[in-house]
T-cell receptor, first 112, second 115 residues
């Protein structure tokens, strides 16, 4: 298996632009997680899905962030409009059960 | 509020030495405690994990020690090697409504093993 696939790996955009991050989980995994990692705040859970349904979105910072999982093999995290404070590494992880998570390589986002 | 407190923030160890990273928690409902290892430019990867009914778990050079009464757990890396240089995160599994769980991560410890 290729593991969790994320795209793009790097994204540089200007403040106010829309950013879409993509994730393909490991086949057969029922859980999908979106995390944000920064030096100041560490690793934060943004949202997680079970069987394509959002279970916990309490970590989503504000309405500018949205996440979807239209099917078992694809999820997106969208930021609209983006702000410089959104600059971070965004990880997608998937798992068969929520306690043993497999992380993707991350998307490094820089908002200028 | 930091639910899982990890220390130290950074650690330098000589090759062959023992690396020790500590974590403390408050919520007694936490029931699973994994450690993740992250190399630069990569995502975290599960290293080893323990449940609170066990006081110690060993996998190769990596050992988790768990003290339920003190609400503390630690990672010991024996015979530390330069290839162990990475950031280590402890975590705890928190219960959500509906029978779901989510991981709460510590702030991370950056380990450097010098040859």
């Amino acid at each position: 298996d290729a593991g969790v696939i994320q795209s793009p790996r790097h994204e540089v955009t200007e403040m106010g632009q829309e950013v879409t991050l993509r994730c393909k989980p490991i086949s057969g995994h029922d859980y999908l997680f979106w995390y944000r990692q920064t030096m100041m705040r560490g690793l934060e859970l943004l949202i997680y899905f079970n069987n394509n349904v959002p279970i916990d979105d309490s970590g989503m910072p504000e309405d500018r962030f949205s996440a979807k999982m239209p099917n078992a093999s694809f999820s997106t995290l969208k930021i609209q409009p983006s702000e410089p404070r959104d600059s971070a590494v965004y990880f997608c992880a998937s798992s068969f059960w929520p306690e043993t998570q497999y992380f993707g390589p991350g998307t490094r986002l820089l908002v200028l | 509020q930091q639910q899982v407190k990890q220390s130290p923030q950074s650690l330098i160890v000589q090759k062959g030495g023992i690396s020790i990273i500590n974590c403390a928690y408050e919520n007694t409902a936490f029931d699973y405690f994994p450690w993740y290892q992250q190399f630069p430019g990569k995502g975290p990867a599960l290293l080893i994990a323990i449940r609170p009914d066990v006081s110690e778990k060993k996998e190769g050079r990596f050992t988790i020690s768990f003290n339920k009464s003190a609400k503390q757990f630690s990672l010991h890396i024996m015979d530390s090697q330069p290839g162990d240089s990475a950031t280590y995160f402890c975590a705890a599994s928190d219960k959500l409504s509906g029978g779901y769980n989510k991981l709460i991560f510590g702030a991370g410890t950056r380990l450097a093993v010098h040859p």
